[in-house]
């Protein structure tokens, strides 16, 4: 009885929450018809960017278009608050299917030297970034398919290390004998190498202007090799 009444007391305490949530949100006002349209432009584009500014993640439109009038553009804002940030240290990007600030890249030698930096995808090794790579592209892709495309196995610990990192996640089981697992790269791969989406990924010119792929190196097997290589050092290391 006395389980059943915290339960229904605890039921009473997440209306009476969810009620107080609705009562705030019906008080804000989005629209803001009392101010000039100047006024409640400039307005508009303060809350969206306070709101970017202060979550940990990008942030959708959708929960942009939370604190704005509905027939507020949350493009054509952010648009003109990018147009303000010009000359700064700083821009407004699309990243993983939302937005937020992120400091430009003529000043990253200057942060590391101040505060260091994330070194994770520095971390990853050359066959790693490549798997990466492939996955990337041609997801959802299993191990043994990887392993066909490299002409060499790509080891469980290889896929392990790039799950660690939650580079990659599993999918679901593929239809072929044994029904494998599939992976996929996930929101922080995105998020590691700032792109929006997949349709971002570069084109095999940039990787190779980026000096993360060689197709040179890919006609002679040379990528092979080198995937050979690196797992004959990890177990000399052990």
């Not at 990337?136 to 892709?141: D, G, T």
């Not at 000096?211 to 006609?219: D, H, P, V």
Request: aromatic share 6%; proline share 5%; hydrophobic share 40%.
């Amino acid at each position: 009885m006395a389980d059943a009444a915290r339960r229904r007391g605890g039921s009473r305490s997440d209306d009476r929450r969810s009620g107080e949530r609705r009562s705030v949100d019906q008080l804000f006002d989005r629209e803001l018809d009392h101010l000039p349209p100047e006024a409640r432009w400039r307005e508009w584009m303060h809350r969206v960017e306070a709101t970017i500014f202060a979550a940990s993640e990008p942030v959708s439109r959708e929960t942009l278009a939370r604190v704005v009038g509905k027939s507020c553009s949350i493009d054509l804002l952010i648009d003109d608050i990018r147009d303000e940030l010009r000359g700064r240290p700083y821009d407004l990007v699309a990243v993983a299917g939302g937005f937020r600030h992120l400091t430009r890249p003529a000043y990253a030698d200057a942060i590391r030297a101040a505060v260091g930096g994330n070194e994770r995808a520095a971390d990853l090794t050359q066959s790693e970034v490549l798997v990466l790579m492939c996955i990337s592209y041609f997801q959802p892709i299993t191990r043994a398919e990887l392993s066909s495309f490299f002409g060499k196995e790509i080891s469980r610990d290889l896929i392990g290390h790039l799950r660690g990192a939650k580079l990659i996640g599993s999918c679901p089981r593929s239809p072929t004998p044994g029904a494998p697992y599939t992976y996929v790269t996930t929101k922080e791969f995105l998020l590691e190498f700032g792109l929006d989406t997949l349709r971002d990924l570069p084109n095999f010119e940039a990787l190779e202007d980026a000096g993360l792929l060689s197709k040179e190196k890919l006609l002679a097997d040379a990528i092979t090799i080198g995937l050979a290589n690196e797992e004959e050092e990890q177990k000399a290391d052990r």
